[in-house]
């Protein structure tokens, strides 16, 4: 029988025994509240739009897990410098994407730092039976991404003023978007499982859905949906350290087919901001879900199938 560790609770469904985006701990039955927490500095100028996306980020863990989000307290880092009035604007653009999901802010905590930072600790409720995680993908199994790559190779190109304030819209606009809508559509099908895209890349979090397990995840470049300028800044080398410490970590584990443009791969590895949800759905109802997906969510795309195990775990072709 194996050994349970020391204060084990039969109710604890989910913890940090893996790797998934969020702990969920039974209360009923009927009921399991799923918490979550994240933060970190700016990406945008703009202290609203950062706490737009700093908030949809947070609350993305919420729906990876298969859960409706309930309420949430902010987690502020603030330096001096910052007005009292653009401390109010992120708290603002937080709130305004909470309410957006449906749910509330409850409180929060806030201390002075030397830089920005802020997020949101979640919670939220979902049925036991419903519980999505990170892992649980089956043979046959269609890959389906809900947003499009390259807020990492942006966030970069704004940082180092490659790009203009217009420019970055159509990735601040991807960042600051709930995966509320993409989670409520795919609900009703035959999910097996179900996590976000965020600091570890693509690559990373599609190797969480696949570690351990017997399957490999073979993707097609040519399918990855991509945001506007994002292949054109990779293209040019800007490529944030993040996508290297991914691409360090996880090369091991990743056959690239000898037709890959290395921006493709760059993108790949590139650590996402507030990114789309990855469905691992049966192959029956891939199409329609894709279908139902792409009807509101246009940017949606199936990127790969799993398989068999084979000498690499990931397969980019």
């Known amino acids: 029988?194996?050994?349970?560790?020391?204060?084990?609770?039969?109710?604890?469904?989910?913890?940090?025994?893996?790797?998934?985006?969020?702990?969920?701990?039974?209360?009923?039955?009927?009921?399991?509240?799923?918490?979550?927490?994240?933060?970190?500095?700016?990406?945008?100028?703009?202290?609203?739009?950062?706490?737009?996306?700093?908030?949809?980020?947070?609350?993305?863990?919420?729906?990876?897990?298969?859960?409706?989000?309930?309420?949430?307290?902010?987690?502020?880092?603030?330096?001096?410098?910052?007005?009292?009035?653009?401390?109010?604007?992120?708290?603002?653009?937080?709130?305004?994407?909470?309410?957006?999901?449906?749910?509330?802010?409850?409180?929060?905590?806030?201390?002075?730092?030397?830089?920005?930072?802020?997020?949101?600790?979640?919670?939220?409720?979902?049925?036991?039976?419903?519980?999505?995680?990170?892992?649980?993908?089956?043979?046959?199994?269609?890959?389906?991404?809900t947003k499009p790559l390259g807020s990492g190779v942006l966030n970069t190109a704004i940082k180092g003023e490659v790009i203009s304030q217009e420019q970055a819209a159509p990735v601040v606009k991807v960042m600051s978007t709930l995966n509320k809508e993409a989670a409520e559509i795919a609900a009703p099908f035959a999910l097996h499982a179900c996590t976000d895209v965020t600091g570890f890349g693509l690559f990373g979090h599609a190797f969480e859905m696949v570690e351990g397990s017997e399957l490999t995840l073979h993707l097609q470049h040519q399918a990855l949906p991509l945001i506007e300028g994002a292949l054109e800044m990779a293209e040019m080398g800007i490529i944030p350290a993040g996508a290297y410490a991914n691409r360090e970590y996880l090369q091991a584990h990743i056959r690239i087919g000898e037709q890959v443009p290395l921006a493709f791969t760059d993108l790949c590895f590139d650590p996402q901001t507030s990114g789309g949800l990855l469905f691992a759905v049966a192959a029956e109802e891939a199409d329609a879900l894709l279908a139902a997906l792409q009807a509101r969510i246009p940017e949606t795309a199936m990127i790969g199938c799993f398989g068999p195990r084979e000498e690499a775990e990931i397969c980019l072709d």
């Open 1 to 145: 029988m194996k050994q349970l560790p020391k204060g084990y609770d039969p109710n604890l469904l989910v913890g940090y025994d893996g790797a998934d985006d969020a702990c969920v701990y039974k209360l009923s039955e009927e009921i399991a509240v799923v918490q979550t927490v994240d933060f970190f500095p700016p990406m945008v100028d703009d202290p609203y739009l950062f706490g737009q996306v700093a908030a949809a980020n947070a609350l993305s863990d919420i729906y990876a897990m298969g859960a409706r989000p309930t309420h949430a307290m902010n987690l502020l880092c603030y330096p001096n410098c910052l007005s009292a009035e653009e401390v109010g604007q992120i708290l603002a653009g937080g709130y305004a994407k909470v309410a957006e999901a449906g749910a509330v802010i409850a409180g929060g905590h806030s201390i002075r730092d030397n830089e920005p930072k802020y997020g949101l600790c979640v919670s939220g409720v979902v049925h036991p039976d419903r519980i999505l995680r990170n892992t649980g993908a089956k043979p046959g199994d269609k890959l389906i991404l």
